[in-house]
């Protein structure tokens, strides 16, 4: 999700699917719900659009360590 915040989400988000459309998708929120926060917002709109079985809540500048999802998914 896009919030069109001014941390470079936009153009990071362009970047990762023009290299990864097969398992990426972005949505921009063009406008601003009447009573909601953008980040917020956003969220909302990604889960609804979302499908299977995990929903990872993070920023588009954030850089996971290689194996650290997997390694939070594994219940110990």
Known sequence: MDDRSIDRTGQILA???????????????????QGWLGKNYALYLGARQAEGD?????DA??????GALKRRLVTP
Do not use: N
């Open 15 to 33: 970047r990762l699917a023009s290299e990864r459309s097969d398992v990426l998708r972005v949505i921009r929120v063009e406008e601003l719900a």
């Open 54 to 58: 995990w929903l990872l809540f993070t």
């Open 61 to 66: 500048d954030v850089r996971f360590p290689p």
